[in-house]
Each structure stands twice: as C-alpha cells, then as structure tokens.
C-alpha cells in the first residue's frame, strides 16, 4: 500500500536486485522503475548499492552505473575483494550490506516508507528498527523462482511484500527482437552496393569473342587478303 503524500525512498541491493530478474528471465529498465515509484509517492531518494572490481580496465557493469548517475539515482560503490577459497577457487567478495543499512537509519527520521530492493535475509534486524522508528517497509524480490529469492524470515517481516514478476510489465526492459533482412535500396544488388560512376569514368567490359568481332574485323580481313597473295602476314606493309 503507497500513499500519494508519504515520503519514500527505494534501496537497491545491485547484485541481489539482478540475480533475482535474471532468474525471472527478464531485465529491468531504472528508468522506468523510478518512474514507477515517484508515481506512487513523493520519492526523496533512489540509492543503488554495488560492488566494483578494481583489477579489471573495463568493468561490464561500468556503463550502467554512469547512467544511473546521470539519471536520478545516488551511487554507493566500494572496492570488491578478490581470494582463492580452500578448493584453489576465485571468489568475489563485495557485500553493500553495512553501507545500505548506514544510509537508511541516517535517512529515515525524514521517511515515511522505505522501499527495499532485495531479499537478503540479513536485512531482517534493519527491517525491525526502521519500523520501530514509525516507517513502513516494503521489499521488492520474488518467491516465484527456483529457489525463491528472498528469504522467509525478510518477507515475514516486512509491512507489505512486492513480488518483482508482477512488476515485470511495469519496469520490464521489452525483449530485444531479430532484425528482419531490410529490402535493397536502389543502386544495391544482394547487399553489395553498385558504384556508379562519373560517365567520364564509366567502363564497358565486353567479352573476348566480341572483341574479334567489333575491334579487331579489320586487321582479320587484310590478313586473309596478305594470305591469298602468298605474302607472310605478319611482315610489315609497306606505307
């Protein structure tokens, strides 16, 4: 339940927020999300927590994050942590929990109702005291993936939960469609494009049996003509 005068800010769990769309099978569009929720409230605040790796020169995520940056949403990014477990495995280490959970008790003495994008389940004890300080909870995860997502005791907890699949026509990304093959434009012919040409530049190629007949009948006919006099042909004439 959202009232048009309360309020709201939303905490995305990046990495959580993600995993739970792609087993949902779709991607999410923050422009349309943050839509979404100023619609439905007066939204102070849109915070989105991730984890970067400083090691890689391109991080796939980086495009992302500019964007949200440039587009209403307040960033919070730490450094992650690379180890090798016990098995000689990689791992990444980049939890937001402590940030995301600072940044909403500093908050919510200005809230009405915080909107919590994840289904962690170490987020339960923040849950409890930001309702004790009088704003409601709402998260946003789903229960409709194999496994669920979020975690029970988080749901239970929480004033109202929203389940991500049925926000999927609201802030869903469209699915990409395959290109259909365009029909050529004039001056192309099955995708290879016909130069045409200065008319002073302009060439015709005709084939070898047509240049005996067209360039070269003359010479063929005073060679029969050398050859009936009994002269060598290829002698030079006398001028």
Same mark, same amino acid.
């Given at each position: 339940?959202?009232? +048009?005068? *309360?309020?709201?800010?939303?905490? #995305?769990?990046? !990495?959580?927020?993600?995993?739970? &769309?792609? %087993?949902?099978?779709?991607?999410?569009?923050? +422009?349309?999300?943050?839509? *979404?929720?100023?619609?439905?409230? +007066?939204?102070?605040?849109?915070?989105?927590?991730?984890a970067l790796l400083?090691?890689e020169e391109y991080?796939?995520?980086?495009?992302? =994050?500019?964007?949200?940056?440039?587009?209403?949403?307040?960033?919070?990014?730490?450094?992650?942590?690379?180890?090798?477990?016990?098995?000689?495995?990689? +791992?990444?280490?980049?939890?937001?929990?402590? $940030?995301?959970?600072?940044? &909403?008790? *500093?908050?919510?003495?200005?809230?009405?109702? =915080?909107?919590?994008?994840?289904?962690?389940?170490?987020?339960?004890?923040?849950?409890?005291?930001?309702?004790?300080?009088?704003?409601?909870?709402?998260?946003?995860?789903? =229960?409709? !993936?194999?496994?669920?997502?979020?975690?029970?005791?988080?749901?239970?907890?929480?004033?109202?939960? #929203? $389940?991500?699949?049925?926000?999927?026509?609201?802030?869903?990304?469209?699915?990409?469609?395959?290109r259909e093959p365009? *029909?050529?434009?004039?001056?192309?012919?099955?995708?290879?494009?016909? %130069? /045409?040409?200065?008319?002073? $530049?302009?060439?015709?190629?005709?084939?070898?049996?047509? /240049?005996?007949?067209?360039?070269?009948?003359?010479?063929?006919?005073?060679?029969?003509?050398?050859?009936?006099?009994?002269?060598?042909?290829? &002698?030079?004439? $006398? /001028?």
């Amino acid at each position: 339940m959202f009232y +048009k005068d *309360e309020r709201l800010a939303l905490f #995305i769990d990046g !990495s959580n927020l993600y995993s739970a &769309a792609r %087993a949902l099978g779709f991607d999410i569009d923050y +422009k349309l999300l943050r839509q *979404e929720f100023m619609r439905r409230g +007066k939204l102070v605040r849109a915070f989105y927590y991730t984890a970067l790796l400083d090691s890689e020169e391109y991080s796939p995520i980086r495009p992302l =994050i500019d964007w949200l940056h440039y587009n209403g949403y307040t960033m919070v990014t730490k450094p992650a942590r690379e180890y090798v477990d016990s098995l000689g495995r990689r +791992k990444v280490k980049g939890n937001m929990d402590i $940030e995301l959970a600072v940044d &909403a008790m *500093e908050l919510a003495p200005r809230l009405d109702h =915080i909107v919590l994008f994840s289904g962690d389940g170490d987020f339960k004890p923040l849950v409890e005291s930001l309702q004790r300080q009088g704003v409601r909870v709402s998260v946003v995860s789903t =229960i409709r !993936s194999p496994p669920p997502m979020i975690a029970d005791e988080l749901r239970r907890q929480a004033d109202n939960f #929203i $389940e991500l699949d049925e926000l999927r026509e609201v802030i869903g990304r469209p699915p990409r469609e395959p290109r259909e093959p365009r *029909e050529p434009r004039e001056g192309e012919h099955h995708g290879v494009e016909v %130069a /045409l040409l200065h008319p002073a $530049e302009a060439r015709i190629d005709v084939p070898p049996h047509r /240049l005996d007949d067209q360039i070269g009948s003359q010479p063929a006919e005073a060679n029969r003509a050398a050859q009936a006099r009994g002269a060598d042909p290829r &002698a030079p004439r $006398e /001028l």
